[in-house]
């Protein structure tokens, strides 16, 4: 998600930064091809596991703590959708369908989990947004794939569900104990509702420029998610630091939204900061990664 989300949301800030500043063509595809190349591996490895160890993937989608994360999958697929759909578009609109349908499907066992109850305060969750609210990142890839009309359906279910779970997050993160240090980067998941809400809601919905508020809110948020991470250097690394990169790419999505519809200067040039914001992070991320891989280990 992180990967290809950053190479969509560089296509999408060329469009409104200046071309000396503009991402160049083997920039943005270099990362929407980086992602491709590791959502196959990691859809391989899945399904061994799948096949290897179901129980350890059942209880992944039973747990509270875990279940949101298992969205992912269908919400990376739908990424890679929009990444190959200028290259091949049948293929894109396949995949696409395919997201949508998994994304409804684990949104439905979802909701039954969370009816079923036996859930604890501290176990709540960022994660939770991305099956749940998942459906607010379809829109873009669908509209350049021409599904608009079906894109409509995923972002309503989502963007409904997203202001009672992003209350809940906030309750639990006042109310509840402090999240451990490696989950602590997936409050940057909070970052998504407010980004995508408005930037595929406008695309979505002649007209809709309310939405702008919610921009407004996201750069406020990163301001305070930058501060509470300022000693993140420090903190034990752990796959939980992926968090941080999907979550920026959707604020620099949104900023180029704004930026195409109020094209001065201050707007454009928030679009290329956060966009390099963006990039910094999944190159931090991504190095710090294939190092923990690297490690000789006991």
């Not at 595809?29 to 591996?41: D, R």
Request: charged fraction near 10%; hydrophobic fraction near 60%; include cysteine.
């Amino acid at each position: 998600m992180g990967l290809v989300g950053l190479g969509l949301s560089a296509r999408a800030t060329a469009t409104v930064l200046p071309g000396v500043l503009r991402a160049p063509a083997y920039f943005t595809e270099l990362w929407v091809a980086v992602g491709v190349v590791f959502f196959s591996v990691l859809v391989v490895m899945y399904l061994v596991k799948l096949l290897r160890y179901p129980e350890a993937v059942k209880a992944e989608f039973w747990s509270p703590v875990s279940i949101g994360f298992c969205g992912a999958l269908p919400v990376g697929m739908s990424l890679v959708a929009g990444g190959i759909a200028p290259y091949l578009p049948a293929a894109g609109a396949a995949l696409w369908w395919t997201s949508f349908v998994l994304l409804l499907a684990f949104q439905v066992f979802t909701l039954y989990r969370f009816l079923s109850g036996g859930i604890e305060l501290a176990q709540v969750n960022a994660g939770w947004l991305i099956v749940m609210v998942g459906g607010i990142v379809l829109p873009g890839p669908a509209i350049s794939l021409g599904l608009a009309e079906a894109a409509r359906f995923a972002f309503g279910v989502s963007a409904a569900v997203a202001p009672v779970l992003v209350a809940l997050l906030f309750a639990r993160a006042m109310l509840g104990p402090a999240l451990p240090e490696p989950l602590r980067p997936s409050w940057f998941i909070l970052l998504v509702p407010p980004s995508l809400v408005y930037a595929n809601g406008v695309a979505l919905y002649e007209g809709a420029f309310f939405l702008e508020n919610l921009y407004f809110f996201g750069l406020a948020l990163t301001l305070a998610l930058l501060l509470y991470a300022r000693g993140f250097a420090k903190w034990a690394f752990a796959s939980s630091w992926w968090a941080f990169t999907f979550p920026l790419d959707a604020l620099a999505y949104a900023a180029a939204r704004y930026a195409q519809d109020h094209p001065a200067p201050l707007w454009r040039g928030l679009a290329g900061a956060t966009l390099a914001l963006a990039t910094l992070f999944v190159l931090l991320v991504l190095w710090r990664t294939i190092r923990s891989g690297a490690s000789p280990r006991a």
